[in-house]
Structure formats: C-alpha cells, structure tokens
C-alpha cells in the first residue's frame, strides 16, 4: 500500500451527492458510501434510515496525500453540503443525515477544526459539523454505491444532486480528474 494512501470519512446529508462529487477529484483513488458512528454492527439500510442506530451516512475516501490534502478535501465537504443544518439536509431530516468529520488522526482533527472556523466567516448560522475519532465503517449496500452515476436521470438524482455536482465541479475545477 501507498505510504501517501490516507482515509478520509464524511457525512454531509445524503451519501449519493458526497460520493460523487468526491469521486472526481484527483488524488481520491477509491471513494465508498457506508454508514458509522452508531451502536450496532453492520447495519442494514433500512434499520439506520429509522435513526435509531445513531449511524451517519457517510463517505470514506481513500486519497493521496501528495496529490491532494486532507485540508483540501474538507474545504470541498464545506462547500457541497450546508454545515449549519443539524441533523438534515434540505429535506432529508434525521440524524443518519447530520455533518460530521470523523477523523482518523489528530492533524485531521485540527485541519477540520480550522476549517470550521474559516467556513463559519461565510455563515450566518452557527456551523453544527460533529467533529469525532473515527469509528468503525460499515460499507452500505452494493445499490448505494456510486449511485448518481447510475442513476442521473431519477427525479432526486437530476434535481438535487445533479446541481450540487455542477457547482462542486465549477468551484474546484483545478482539482478535477
């Protein structure tokens, strides 16, 4: 393995948006939707989307450190999603949909720190991203997986992730693949 191969976790809302628009950045060699940061293991689907479980849909990347950096990537996370709406995103409500910044050492904890604290300059609500150690990822379903590419033309898909994606891709053009 790359001694440069670094892991990444984030949750910003629906896993389907996240995973691709990190998927297009150079320096992410793999990108995976899945679930953490809740009491049971292995949870399916259906048991987290009740909010019971406690787990965060989230993305775990896998990134080159010397192609792109960690503080990069959090910058790109702030920038898709809005940090200030606890628990939801537009519509998608419930804690499964919370921001969160699961980092893997204490660098990424403090570049995550500092850009909060830069990003919040650019809200009038208080930034709610949870900023937590790394638990345990639980893949989601095959399904779920690289999903928008697959699925572009579904309603969801075309209205809500569709723009996000153009804006993503304009805003970090030079970190494109």
Known sequence: MDNNLQTATFGAGCFWCIDAAFRNVAGVESVRSGYAGGTIDNPTYQQICTGLTGHAEVIEIKFDESAISFGTLVDML???????????????????????????????????????TTHQENHTDEIVTEVSPAPTFYSAETYHQDYYAANQEQPYCSMLIGPKIAKFNNVFSEYLK
């Open 78 to 116: 702030f920038t898709i999603h809005d940090p200030t709406q606890l628990n939801r995103q537009g519509n998608d409500t419930g804690t499964q949909y919370r921001s969160v910044v699961f980092y893997h050492n204490m660098e990424q904890k403090y570049l995550t720190e500092q850009a909060i």
